[in-house]
Structures are given as structure tokens and as C-alpha cells.
T-cell receptor, first 116, second 110 residues
Framework: GAVVSQHPSWVICKSGTSVKIECRSL??????MFWYRQFPKQSLMLMAT?????????EQGVEKDKFLINHASLTLSTLTVTSAHPEDSSFYIC????????????FGPGTRLTVT | DAKTTQPTSMDCAEGRAANLPCNHS???????VYWYRQIHSQGPQYIIH???NNETNEMASLIITEDRKSSTLILPHATLRDTAVYYC???????????FGAGTTVTVRA
């Protein structure tokens, strides 16, 4: 149980375009989902926290107008990278909080974004 | 502001136990020790967590010292598929934030 999926698994886009990444909890409801970014050979950095039905909370230094997050339902959160630039190329990973016996986060497989 | 210290890397032999240390000398009384791992180009995978008692599940065992200032993750019979970066994280249960440090790159060799 506690499976999180992401779509697409990889995407290549041109500079200036927007890209949407979906994160779904497949077998549980997640009131809270998280978006991370990971550059090559670096650790994961939390970008934002999204709660179903409310605005996302962004970490310091993350542009909320560039990284649009929508948590429309208890099983779906989307991250849209607007006007993407080559420096936005990264590995984007979502996670969903499973409030079972403890508050565990389960991670999606990640989305590799390359902006040319 | 790292709350945990882990070795940068370690090798271990396939079939042998892998013991991964983690220091968390400033851990607070209500902070748990969590372990995640990340296989190359995949999302992190939850392994185990504990407060002060030793814990075991199908993946690993977690040994926490009595003073809680350090812990060891034990993979009882390492396989090549256990090659990954292992992250030791301390956090208050219920606190959403997971702060990933550099972790330990574990390479299991045949």
C-alpha cells in the first residue's frame, strides 16, 4: 500500500513554455502533499507544501508565481513550472503524507525535467 | 543546520549485514529518527523510524543508543539492489518537514 505516482516520468520542453507535473496517491487519501527538487549530485530540497483545498505554502526562495501548485483533491496535486528556463532543469519529486499509525511520507518516482 | 551526521560513503559485501551509523547528538526528546533511502534516479523510499526503542521491520532494523545521540540502521543481508543513498533524518512526529542532508552512499559489491 501507500503508493504515489507521478506523471510524466520525464519531459523535455523548450525555454519559455510551461510544464505540468501530476502527483497522485493511488491507494490512500493525502490531505498534504509535498514537492521537492533535486539537482544532480545534491540532496532533496523541499519546495512547497500543498493541502487539499487551500493555497500551497512555499519554502523561502521558491517563486510561487513560477511554480504553481494545485491540490484539487485528496489524491491529486499538480506542479506547473511556468515559463521554464534551462536552470529549472531538475528532478522533481512529490510525496504524500499518510496519516496511518504515524505521519509517514511516501514519495513518487520523480519527474526528470529538461529545458532546452 | 544539519541535525544528523552520516559518513559520506561506505561499501559492503553482498550477503553480509550492512551497518549504517548516524549521529544526532542534539536530538530532542520528542524527535524521532527516520531512515529513507534513494536508489539512483528514483524517489526516496521510507525504511523505518523509531523514538527510543529498537525497531525491526521487513526491510531493516534500527538500533538507537540509550542516550539517543546516535543510531544504526542494519540491513541484515545486503543485496546489490540495496545500493542507494541512505538518509538519516530526525523530526518531530507529525511535523511535515523532512530535511534531507547529504546521506550515506552505500555501494553493495558482489
Amino acid at each position: 500500500g501507500a503508493v504515489v505516482s507521478q506523471h510524466p516520468s520525464w519531459v523535455i520542453c523548450k525555454s519559455g513554455t510551461s510544464v505540468k507535473i501530476e502527483c497522485r496517491s493511488l491507494d490512500f487519501q493525502a490531505t498534504t502533499m509535498f514537492w521537492y527538487r533535486q539537482f544532480p549530485k545534491q540532496s532533496l530540497m523541499l519546495m512547497a507544501t500543498s493541502n487539499e483545498g487551500s493555497k500551497a505554502t512555499y519554502e523561502q526562495g521558491v517563486e510561487k508565481d513560477k511554480f504553481l501548485i494545485n491540490h484539487a483533491s485528496l489524491t491529486l496535486s499538480t506542479l506547473t513550472v511556468t515559463s521554464a528556463h534551462p536552470e529549472d532543469s531538475s528532478f522533481y519529486i512529490c510525496s504524500a503524507e499518510y496519516r496511518g499509525l504515524s505521519y509517514e511520507q511516501y514519495f513518487g518516482p520523480g519527474t526528470r525535467l529538461t529545458v532546452t | 543546520d544539519a541535525k544528523t551526521t552520516q559518513p559520506t560513503s561506505m561499501d559492503c559485501a553482498e550477503g553480509r549485514a550492512a551497518n549504517l551509523p548516524c549521529n544526532h547528538s542534539t536530538i530532542s526528546g520528542n524527535e524521532y529518527v527516520y531512515w529513507y533511502r534513494q536508489i539512483h534516479s528514483q524517489g526516496p523510499q521510507y525504511i523505518i523510524h523509531g523514538l527510543k526503542n529498537n525497531e525491526t521491520n521487513e526491510m531493516a532494523s534500527l538500533i538507537i543508543t540509550e542516550d539517543r545521540k546516535s543510531s544504526t540502521l542494519i540491513l541484515p543481508h545486503a543485496t546489490l539492489r540495496d545500493t542507494a543513498v541512505y538518509y538519516c533524518i530526525v523530526r518531530v512526529e507529525g511535523d511535515y518537514k523532512l530535511s534531507f542532508g547529504a546521506g550515506t552512499t552505500v555501494t553493495v559489491r558482489a
